[in-house]
């Protein structure tokens, strides 16, 4: 994949944020993504009355993903209920690491960035086989 066009991510995560079921915070988020062979996934956020059990709109993105066959991320872009660039949480950039790679590009409030600035020195699949002691 060559070229983002991260104003359509942009739309589609505004899209997907529209549908964010957040009766609690009043907070909706969506996210678009694009994967290395061009397809893209959206997700928004799902609240719950037992909040701890909430879904972060990234974790819809990776469910997406993986329902459609899978593969890795290239780029994603996660709104909030403004439409401007949000920082995903922690637990998300994980997710993003672990279904992007370090090289994924991720829209952040600062502007484009990879994951390996994102979450550095991150903790992947990798490291359980050759950390793990076994």
Same mark, same amino acid.
């Given at each position: 994949?060559?070229?983002?066009?991260?104003?359509?991510?942009?739309?589609?995560?505004?899209?997907?944020?529209?549908?964010?079921?957040?009766?609690?915070?009043?907070?909706?988020?969506?996210?678009?993504?694009?994967?290395?062979?061009?397809?893209?996934?959206?997700?928004?956020?799902?609240?719950?009355?037992?909040?701890?059990?909430?879904?972060?709109?990234? #974790? @819809?993105?990776?469910?997406? $993903?993986?329902?459609?066959? !899978? /593969?890795?991320?290239?780029?994603?872009?996660?709104?909030? +209920?403004?439409?401007?660039?949000?920082?995903? #949480? @922690?637990?998300?950039?994980? $997710?993003?690491?672990?279904? !992007? /790679?370090?090289?994924?590009?991720?829209?952040?409030?600062? +502007?484009?960035?990879?994951?390996?600035?994102?979450?550095?020195?991150?903790?992947?699949?990798?490291?359980?086989?050759?950390?793990?002691?076994?």
């Amino acid at each position: 994949m060559s070229e983002v066009d991260w104003e359509s991510l942009r739309e589609k995560a505004i899209e997907a944020s529209r549908r964010a079921y957040c009766p609690y915070s009043d907070f909706p988020v969506g996210v678009a993504g694009v994967t290395t062979d061009g397809r893209v996934f959206t997700g928004c956020n799902v609240e719950n009355a037992s909040y701890g059990v909430g879904l972060c709109a990234e #974790c @819809g993105l990776v469910s997406a $993903l993986h329902l459609g066959g !899978g /593969g890795l991320f290239a780029a994603v872009y996660c709104v909030g +209920g403004d439409g401007q660039a949000l920082m995903p #949480c @922690g637990r998300c950039r994980q $997710l993003l690491w672990e279904n !992007g /790679g370090p090289a994924c590009l991720l829209m952040t409030p600062e +502007g484009v960035l990879p994951m390996s600035q994102i979450l550095p020195q991150a903790f992947g699949p990798d490291d359980l086989a050759t950390r793990s002691g076994h």
